[in-house]
């Protein structure tokens, strides 16, 4: 018989919340190893966090994380069943744990079920049309397709992801861990991700339409208008030249009729 660590039975109690004794058991049972210990105690129905997966969630907490540079913000709704539990420091954490995985490795949705049909269908017909599968038979580019496919969608959602502090562990299989060890179930409910500057790209085409110039285009007649002023004083210049040259002519007609007489 292997023999058993108190270390892998409390390790399994945290993954499962079963009991300590059942937890040696499915260990001494299976040999000790942990993933074979996990199904055993499933079937027998002791693995509590999978008893608490359909209870309802009505509490729990909005986290907000801020990633180093400000330039990366994560909001995160995550659901518990009571405020006593949103209240601990392990819940908290979680959360915490949670928004920075968001924050370092962008998902569209929260677990598989969330993917629209039309979503893996376009992705299936990009995969289906890829170089790569021109000459091979159909059912075999199915295959190769299917697999490609759902590698993908599994990558764009959270739960599907490893968990950053530990690859060898899902997001998933984290909750699962607190949910064992909290007693409650625990769901992540949804998330919004922003990158600074992230939506430039998107406000471009209607920078692009001709709305902006519209607005702008006003200004344009202003030295327009002003061109014409300047053109319209000068006329009447040459009229007030012409008048001192016919009063210098008659005063000068005077002094010669005086030098005559």
């Known amino acids: 018989m292997a023999e058993i660590s108190a270390q892998a039975v409390k390790q399994l109690r945290e993954q499962t919340g079963a009991g300590m004794m059942d937890c040696k058991k499915a260990l001494v049972e299976v040999g000790g190893d942990p993933e074979k210990a996990v199904e055993w105690l499933r079937?027998?129905?002791?693995?509590?966090a999978e008893k608490k997966a359909g209870r309802a969630t009505a509490e729990g907490l909005v986290y907000s994380y801020i990633h180093t540079g400000d330039r990366i913000?994560?909001?995160?709704e995550i659901n518990c069943e009571t405020d006593f539990v949103a209240r601990r420091e392990e819940f908290r954490q979680l959360a915490k744990d949670i928004a920075m995985q968001i924050a370092a490795l962008p998902v569209s949705y929260v677990e598989a079920s969330e993917i629209p049909a039309e979503v893996i269908e376009r992705e299936k017909a990009i995969e289906m049309?890829?170089?790569d599968?021109?000459?091979?038979p159909d059912n075999i580019k199915e295959k190769i397709v299917q697999g490609r496919v759902e590698k993908l969608l599994k990558e764009r959602c959270l739960l599907e992801q490893p968990f950053v502090k530990d690859p060898n562990l899902s997001v998933g299989e984290l909750i699962k861990q607190k949910i064992a060890l909290l007693g409650e179930n625990i769901k992540v409910r949804r998330f919004v991700r922003f990158v600074l500057g992230e939506d430039l790209t998107a406000t471009a085409p209607p920078l692009e339409s001709g709305t902006p110039p519209a607005e702008v285009a006003p200004a344009a007649p202003e030295p327009e208008a002003a061109t014409p002023a300047v053109a319209e004083?000068?006329?009447p210049e040459p009229t007030g030249l012409d008048t001192p040259p016919k009063s210098a002519s008659k005063a000068t007609g005077k002094k010669s009729s005086k030098k005559k007489s």
């Not at 913000?73 to 995160?76: A, P, R, S, T």
């Open 43 to 48: 079937k027998k129905g002791l693995a509590s």
């Open 73 to 76: 913000g994560v909001l995160l």
């Open 129 to 131: 049309g890829r170089e």
């Open 133 to 136: 599968l021109a000459k091979k």
């Open 233 to 235: 004083n000068p006329a």
